[in-house]
């Protein structure tokens, strides 16, 4: 019995693509257009690149000691800090307007630099930041002048140190590498969007709770009638959901991972695993939703379509900084928003690697899901209705 | 005006479903609008991060830097708890963790070469900025200590020096762009397409379809009333339905952005917003004029709303678009109506010129025009089917 | 001495104030096909679903087999053949399937499960559309997938809850005789409908259902015999005078006589000679006729009798 309802649903489900869709196309679909949305987005605004300045100053009034440190920094082996071009003001100056240089260093006896005006939208763009590291950079050099000049007319005697001291530039932070990841946090969408595949299994799941319940169906009264254990044809059912849905969530992570080519930092396996703990929540979703009461099977797809957008939108599919900003006005949310939890767990994978968090996560997954199936049974189990 | 009767009768019943997706995306629109940042002045600005301090030193000298990082940057101090770091860093709440451990003041005064760790989001621009400012603060501070000052005397010499060091850089004003103070309402109306063409689609594609509903399609064609006149009223009601949602989102942002709406820019913004309901209802034709059954109904308006709207800018700032991705959107219409936005508010750097405006405004209508061609094609070539 | 399949007594079934079964009495021997005949709303599907314990009912008790039906009365269950009124049917399985599915359900054995099947489709003609989905089926095919589904796993005891509504004639003909032919095979049917000419063409014995409530019950002849009526003879001709009319109500075996739209209507209660006397008496008085239909009474006279209504509303 058990295999016969087990087949009948697999046959059922891998045949109805609406419900297949939304598994199965749409992540993919919503994840081709992350990876064209995103592709810029990394390497745009964050991977370190060299700063392109101009300088300028008139012949005979260089001022060597900038230009030493500039020639210095340039010439650095893998990525060096600055790329330097020599030439006059004027040329400078279209240079900056054309933005192939970030900015002019004006260096005779005093040393200026010359950027471009930002607006506001600007303020945290790779050209503010480039800006403010040159400026960083001028306004060390001179602080070196200026302690130069104070100590040696204070304590000549140390003259010698000093300049050991501002020869040998030192850099006295040490990176700690707490993590493997490189944490690239587009990848948070994509870990959204399994997520929200992940909800969306509910969907059939939806229809076990319908076609089982007399009061919902035809094909629920037909079915009340025969002589079956209804746990049994329930579970067959679930289960042969909860593996077809995981089937086509498989195909999304693998054409996330191999065509999209996008780098979960974790091991395959692991995924797929989280995935499957994600699609029994989302299947017992759907049966819950399912077994509630009277309401036209319309409705209900409604509540799923709404309560599935609703968790996404805060965990942070749509606006990567949604799941901060609930987590500061309203943590319980996140708590309990199931796809922040399928979502942290990729996350942990991530950067910690499987840790108590990532146990955490699996654990209210799997406590959700124990809930709504209960609850789903004790609606919908075998009994005589009031009314059909 | 029966037709445009049974329109408006099947309008009011989906009244509250339309009322519930109403509230819900302009609840998303004002909430994207507001958590948006405040614009800021546009002279030269060094870039202000979010900084981590992990002081396990509590000494003078740590402090001393701590207070320092404080006049350029948000510092926020923190305990060490590995998980919390790679959060912030990863969600990008803080852009970089600076670790001073204990023993940092004595190590500083013994000349010691590593004095401080750091926790930095791989290869990002921000770290390196932050890098650049300690170390140049710390070589300041040696250099007076190697001159022999005592710690408290170097601390204050530093931070003197440091401080008068900041007037070098000019800002050179490119050309005169339009900024403005009202980011909000550019950031509400920059994700109206989303919303007003999730409305359009979810509330009136049903409804059309229930027209072009085969028999129902059959029964009207066999009455006394033309198709023309049927298209008209049809179309009328359209009209009234999508502009009476328009209305609701104006008012919406008049009340909540009050006079500002009514500035030049404001009027702009409501201008080049109108242009989305043709586009609405003509895609919304094009759907119905299919007849899908209502669950797919749904699943063609999340791929087309969801991906024109990160293809075209929506979500993802244009700028930070890939050339490929924006060769691509050009030929949708909300391409046309995000750089109208950006133009208007000068998000994109662009001067704002009337005529780029009206070219803009151009170009949505021809695809307006396109789409309404299309969606005449297609219901024309449907009748001509159903008549033979 | 013939078992009972099914005793119902004093079952009573409420809907908040509405009585939907008030008091229902029936005995239904094996062998039998009994037509549970009643207007729409008259309680017909309710006491199916009481039977099946799809509903819970207020009073009395339903015994299948001789033993109480409950939820789980997996052994009765299984004996049990339903066709729904509203057809249930998976849309994403092929005809095959969906007999395939129910009957799995009953029967374990895959092959003779996969015999059944093929019975069943055999029994309802659907061979040439096996692979067809129920969406590209007509209305009268969907019909009998519907059937093949309740009876693919040969019941002892079939209930049909108005199978061939909306059917075309045709499939609705094969419909009759199918249940005629699944009765020779030994099973014992309920069968609901509101066309009285199907339940007279194929009932043993028919029940009338009104209000929840049963009315009378026995064969078709019984049943006619229970009213007055036993000959309705209606006769065009000229409007005729009330003495005639009167002396014609003097004739034997005579009870009513009216005229209406151009018609001479006389009911009469029995004999056999009844046309020959109203005949005699038109000549001997020399009134013209044209045309004289005389009809044996219908169940709809029956119900008519019975509850002052007409069946058909």
């Known amino acids: 019995m058990f295999l016969h309802e087990f087949v009948y649903e697999l046959k059922r489900v891998l045949r109805q693509k609406e419900e297949l869709f939304w598994v199965l196309l749409f992540p993919m679909i919503l994840g081709t257009m992350f990876h064209f949305a995103f592709s810029n987005l990394s390497n745009s605004t964050e991977i370190f690149h060299t700063i392109p300045v101009a300088v300028c100053a008139e012949e005979k009034k260089e001022n060597q000691a900038f230009?030493?440190?500039?020639?210095?920094?340039?010439?650095?082996?893998?990525?060096?800090?600055?790329?330097?071009?020599?030439?006059?003001?004027?040329?400078?100056?279209?240079?900056?307007?054309?933005?192939?240089?970030?900015?002019?260093?004006?260096?005779?006896e005093n040393v200026t630099l010359t950027c471009a005006s930002l607006d506001s939208s600007d303020v945290n763009s790779t050209l503010a930041i480039e800006q403010s590291i040159l400026e960083a950079f001028l306004k060390e050099f001179l602080s070196n002048n200026t302690v130069f000049t104070k100590i040696v007319s204070q304590n000549p005697e140390k003259m010698n140190d000093i300049l050991s001291l501002m020869d040998n530039r030192n850099i006295y932070g040490k990176q700690l590498t707490l993590t493997e990841s490189n944490l690239d946090n587009v990848v948070q969408y994509y870990f959204n969007l399994i997520a929200m595949a992940c909800l969306f299994t509910s969907f059939p799941a939806l229809q076990i709770a319908l076609k089982n319940q007399a009061n919902l169906s035809a094909l629920g009264a037909r079915k009340s009638i025969s002589p079956n254990s209804k746990a049994i044809s329930v579970a067959a059912q679930l289960l042969s959901c909860i593996l077809s849905q995981f089937f086509c969530l498989t195909v999304n992570v693998l054409y996330l991972i191999y065509i999209l080519k996008v780098d979960f930092q974790t091991s395959l396996f692991m995924i797929l695993f989280t995935c499957f703990i994600g699609c029994i929540m989302g299947v017992s979703f759907g049966y819950f939703i399912g077994a509630i009461g009277q309401l036209s099977e319309g409705t209900k797809m409604g509540i799923l379509i709404c309560t599935s957008m609703l968790c996404c939108f805060l965990s942070g599919l749509m606006i990567n900084t949604m799941r901060s900003l609930v987590k500061s006005i309203c943590p319980f949310i996140n708590v309990i928003n199931p796809t922040v939890r399928i979502s942290d767990s990729f996350l942990t994978l991530s950067i910690y690697g499987i840790n108590e968090r990532y146990f955490q996560n699996l654990f209210a997954l799997l406590l959700i899901s124990v809930i709504f199936i209960s609850a789903g049974c004790l609606m919908i189990r075998r009994k005589t209705y009031a009314s059909l | 005006m029966q037709v445009f009767k049974a329109f408006l009768k099947t309008a009011r019943k989906s009244m509250p479903h339309n009322l519930m997706y109403f509230f819900i995306f302009s609840g998303i629109a004002l909430a994207l609008s507001f958590s948006s940042k405040n614009p800021e002045d546009p002279i030269f600005q060094s870039v202000e991060l979010d900084i981590g301090i992990i002081d396990q030193d509590h000494s003078t000298a740590s402090k001393a830097l701590s207070q320092y990082l404080n006049t350029m940057h948000q510092l926020s101090l923190m305990t060490y708890d590995k998980e919390a770091i790679l959060d912030q860093l990863f969600f990008r709440n803080l852009d970089y963790i600076l670790i001073l451990p204990e023993g940092f003041e004595t190590r500083l005064l013994l000349g010691e070469e590593t004095l401080f760790e750091t926790v930095q989001i791989p290869g990002v621009y921000s770290s390196a900025f932050v890098d650049e400012q300690i170390n140049a603060y710390l070589n300041t501070l040696k250099l007076y200590l190697t001159a022999d000052y005592s710690l408290n005397d170097a601390i204050n010499q530093t931070a003197d020096t440091l401080s008068q060091t900041s007037n070098h850089v000019r800002v050179l004003e490119l050309d005169d762009k339009k900024s403005s103070s009202m980011n909000g309402i550019y950031y509400y109306y920059q994700y109206l397409p989303y919303v007003i063409m999730s409305i359009i689609l979810c509330g009136l594609t049903p409804i059309l379809t229930t027209f072009w509903e085969p028999n129902l399609s059959k029964r009207i064609s066999c009455s006394s009333t033309s198709a023309l006149s049927r298209n008209l009223q049809l179309a009328f009601g359209s009209i009234v339905y999508c502009f009476g949602i328009w209305l609701l989102f104006i008012l919406t942002s008049c009340i909540f952005y009050g006079s500002e709406l009514f500035t030049e820019n404001g009027l702009l913004c409501i201008g080049n917003s109108f242009f989305l309901l043709p586009v609405g209802v003509g895609v919304s034709l094009i759907i119905s004029s299919f007849a899908p059954p209502s669950n797919r109904i749904n699943m063609y308006n999340n791929i087309i709303t969801l991906g024109m709207s990160f293809l075209c800018g929506i979500f993802v700032p244009q700028q930070l678009l890939g050339e490929q991705v924006l060769s691509v959107s050009k030929f949708l219409p909300f391409y046309w109506y995000i750089k109208n936005n950006n133009l208007i508010s000068g998000f994109s750097g662009e001067t704002f010129q009337m005529e780029t405006y009206q070219k803009n405004i151009g170009i949505q209508a021809l695809f307006i025009a396109a789409i309404f061609a299309v969606a005449l094609v297609i219901s024309k070539y449907k009748s001509e089917r159903h008549s033979t | 001495m013939k078992k009972t399949v099914i005793k119902i007594e004093n079952l009573v079934k409420r809907y908040k104030d509405l009585i939907a079964i008030d008091h229902f009495n029936l005995q239904i021997e094996e062998g039998d096909i009994l037509g549970l005949l009643g207007p729409n709303g008259s309680g017909k599907t309710t006491t199916i679903n009481c039977i099946l314990s799809l509903l819970s009912f207020d009073k009395g008790s339903i015994e299948v087999f001789g033993q109480t039906m409950r939820p789980d009365s997996y052994d009765l269950k299984r004996q049990i053949g339903i066709v729904m009124q509203n057809v249930a049917v998976f849309e994403s399985l092929n005809v095959y399937e969906n007999i395939d599915y129910f009957c799995g359900l009953y029967i374990t054995d895959k092959k003779l499960?996969?015999?059944?099947?093929?019975?069943?489709?055999?029994?309802?003609?659907?061979?040439?559309?096996?692979?067809?989905?129920?969406?590209?089926?007509?209305?009268?095919?969907?019909?009998?997938?519907?059937?093949?589904c309740g009876i693919a796993h040969k019941p002892k005891l079939i209930i049909l809850d108005e199978p061939t509504v909306a059917v075309d004639p045709q499939s609705r003909n094969k419909i009759l005789e199918g249940i005629v032919e699944l009765n020779r095979q030994g099973a014992t049917i309920i069968y609901t409908s509101h066309y009285m000419e199907e339940v007279e063409q194929i009932c043993t014995r028919i029940a009338i259902m009104d209000c929840g409530k049963n009315i009378a019950i026995g064969t078709a002849d019984e049943l006619k015999k229970m009213i007055k009526n036993s000959e309705k003879i209606s006769i065009e001709m000229t409007p005729v005078s009330e003495a005639d009319k009167k002396n014609i109500l003097t004739l034997p075996h005579v009870y009513d006589v009216s005229y209406d739209h151009g018609q001479l209507l006389v009911q009469c209660s029995a004999g056999r000679h009844n046309l020959v006397h109203i005949l005699g008496y038109l000549q001997q008085h020399e009134l013209s006729f044209g045309r004289v239909y005389s009809e044996l009474p219908t169940l709809n006279d029956v119900f008519l009798e019975m509850t002052g209504k007409e069946l058909r509303d």
Do not use: C, H, M
């Open chain 3, 113 to 148: 499960r996969k015999q059944y099947v093929e019975d069943a489709i055999a029994f309802v003609e659907l061979d040439s559309f096996r692979k067809f989905y129920p969406k590209k089926l007509s209305g009268g095919l969907l019909r009998r997938l519907n059937i093949a």
């Open chain 1, 67 to 108: 230009f030493q440190v500039l020639d210095a920094l340039s010439q650095t082996k893998d990525t060096p800090f600055l790329s330097v071009t020599r030439t006059d003001w004027e040329t400078a100056k279209q240079l900056l307007k054309d933005n192939s240089v970030r900015g002019i260093f004006f260096a005779e």
